[in-house]
């Protein structure tokens, strides 16, 4: 290389040029082809070598070479050529031979960083591939092996370039050790938080959590170093310091999914004043219905006999056992629900009263249904809700509601 050199000075000291100047010119064209020379083979290796690598990794049935291409860990190896070229140039310049080479090297390492970078993507997104991904996501592990190499590479670069070994800058950390943990908090907190998510099972990618704190109601996309990203069901995404998710409380619906049910539990109001005994006509009405008919033969056969056993009369119905129209609607409703096809079977469900209060009588449906999805689930709901609400008068039952203007309308038309 350094005979080129000499080629070049003694070929323009020749033509008359003073050797400074020739020097000079000659160490000009020299600079001139090595950064032509690492442009042709940039382009060389970005337009041939790379396009025929991405045209056989498209051809292949396996993945992971995919999931390199895309994070372009071979694009960034080319970046390596032009590097080694000025590396092997470097004997032309022998006064800055040293300095050449340090800085090259240092390049060369800065590029593998980027390489073991794309390296690491790649391998998370391959993991990514099987379904321990979601129980066991290592994308925070990923980043502290990230920030561990950022630094230690740091630290090699600077005692690389001031020509100092790496060993006397290293030997300082354990001086800086108060100064890393204040900075690199919320790592150290969000990485001790997911390994306490992940080994304890309390968080995966794909549940469903609530966390009121954070404006969280939605499905966890990402579990990262320091945050776990939630999309809400509204679209918008809201991020949660990991460590809050393990030092706060959050609903994880993952129990409900896993369960094959989900759990309803809402009560109408009914107004007391509607609450009565069943008279006759009530009671052959109500046999026609199909739930009741069986319950409502049973019961009175119940009642006949025990009324008998202790000398009951119909004259005074305060004085035995009678069928009410809340207690014949609240049977109703408990067959309906048993016999709706989207119920689950296998799980708790009634119908019972609350306590009594300034809304009416509270008549609380809990049941399970088929579906865990939040639209089907709705709208299984709110099919069950709109039969029960609207069957209410068949009862002689009102549903309570404050008065509105058309009452109070209606109040003064009387």
């Known amino acids: 290389m350094g005979g080129r050199m000499e080629y070049f000075k003694n ?3 020749d ?31 970005k337009k041939v070598v790379l396009r025929l690598l991405a ?33 092997n140039f470097a004997p032309v310049f022998r006064n800055y031979e040293p300095i050449i080479k340090r800085v090259s090297l240092t390049y060369l390492f800065i590029i593998g960083i980027l390489v073991l970078n794309s390296v690491l993507d790649s391998v998370n997104d391959i993991y ?30 600077i005692a690389g370039l001031m020509g100092q070994s790496p ?14 943990s204040l900075v690199f908090k919320d790592s150290i907190l969000g990485f001790v938080a997911g390994i306490q998510l992940t080994s304890n099972n309390m968080l995966q990618i794909g549940d469903w959590i609530e966390m009121d704190k954070y404006g969280a109601d939605g499905e966890v996309a990402e579990i990262t170093l320091n945050t776990v990203k939630v999309q809400n069901f509204d679209k918008t995404i809201v991020t949660i310091p990991s460590y809050a998710l393990v030092s706060d409380s959050f609903k ?25 005994f069943c008279n006759e006509e009530m009671i052959e009405k109500f046999k026609k219905i199909h739930y009741l008919k069986d319950y ?22 305060v004085n035995g056992r009678h069928l009410t129209n809340i207690g014949t609607f609240r049977m ?14 296998g799980m708790s469900h009634t119908v019972r009263q609350l306590p009594p209060g300034e809304y009416g009588l509270p008549l609380e449906i809990y049941v399970f249904t088929k579906y865990t999805d939040w639209v089907s689930y709705e709208s299984l709901q709110a099919d069950i809700f709109d039969h029960i609400l609207s069957v209410a008068p068949e009862f002689g039952l009102r549903i309570f509601q404050n008065p509105t203007g058309q009452d109070v309308r209606m109040w003064g038309r009387q």
């Open 128 to 157: 990514k591939l099987y379904p321990v991904s979601k129980l066991r996501p290592i994308k925070g592990l990923i980043q502290i092996v990230k920030i561990v190499v950022y630094i230690v590479s740091g630290i090699i670069i």
């Open 296 to 317: 409502i033969t049973k019961k009175e056969e119940e009642l006949r006999e025990y009324n008998e056993e202790n000398g009951v009369t119909a004259d005074m119905l």
């Open 252 to 276: 994880n619906w993952r129990g409900m999914q896993e369960s094959g049910g989900r759990r309803i539990k809402r009560a109408i109001y009914i107004d007391t004043t509607s609450i009565c």
């Open 332 to 345: 109703y409703i408990l067959n309906y629900l048993e016999n709706y096809p989207g119920i689950h079977g």
């Open 11 to 13: 070929l323009f000291v």
């Open 55 to 87: 045209g056989y990794i498209e051809t292949t049935k396996y993945k992971w070479d995919n999931i390199m291409l895309k994070n372009q860990v071979f694009h960034r190896i080319s970046y390596m050529v032009p590097a080694i070229i000025v590396y």
């Open 167 to 180: 060993i006397v800058f290293l030997s300082g950390i354990g001086a800086l050790t108060a100064v890393f």
């Open 15 to 45: 033509q008359g040029l003073r050797p400074v100047y020739a020097r000079y010119l000659a160490g000009g064209i020299m600079i001139l082809i090595i950064i032509v020379l690492c442009i042709v083979i940039n382009l060389i290796i």
